[in-house]
């Protein structure tokens, strides 16, 4: 079982808070999508592979909590887990955390499938990728039920 792994590290500017002064939920996923191309690359997906093998990435599922406020200030690390490889799809979690607190602020879970882009549908991942995928898979607490 892996332990979860930083995927992103960055930080709330002014311009990602909305009226009430946190950040807009826009920006949650923008910073969550950020960490899922790092993932992908971690386990042999790279932007640079999948267009030389005409393959992408599709999510087809997500689902987001939000746990506590960012401010303009904050800083922010995205760690992940894969919880479950499948033939066609990774089924993973990325948790948003305040870096000087280490509180979770977000958390989302993802579906994505692994497509052949000329025929835009689901393909099977390489056995190589879901090799290394596989052994990122560890586990995490959610905040929801199922």
């Known amino acids: 079982m892996s332990a979860p792994f930083e995927t992103y590290r960055g930080a709330v500017y ?10 807009n939920v826009m920006w949650y996923v923008g910073k969550f999508d950020e960490a ?3 993932l992908f690359r971690m386990v042999g997906l790279s932007s640079a592979w999948l267009k ?3 393959r992408g990435m ?3 599922e997500q689902r987001i ?3 506590r406020e960012l401010h303009a200030g904050a800083t922010v690390v995205v760690r992940s887990t894969v919880l479950e490889v499948r033939e066609k799809v990774i089924r993973f979690v990325h948790q948003m955390v305040d870096a000087e607190t280490d509180a979770v602020s977000a958390t989302t879970l993802l579906v994505a499938a692994h497509t052949d882009s000329q025929l835009r549908r689901a393909t099977a991942l390489p056995p190589q990728v879901a090799e290394q995928a596989r052994a990122l898979v560890g586990t995490v607490a959610l905040p929801w039920r199922d």
Do not use: E, L, S
Request: aromatic share 14%.
């Open 52 to 54: 030389a093998n005409g």
């Open 14 to 23: 002014p311009w990602h808070c909305d009226h009430m002064g946190h950040m």
């Open 58 to 60: 599709a999510a087809v």
């Open 65 to 67: 909590a939000y746990q």
């Open 36 to 38: 899922t191309w790092h």
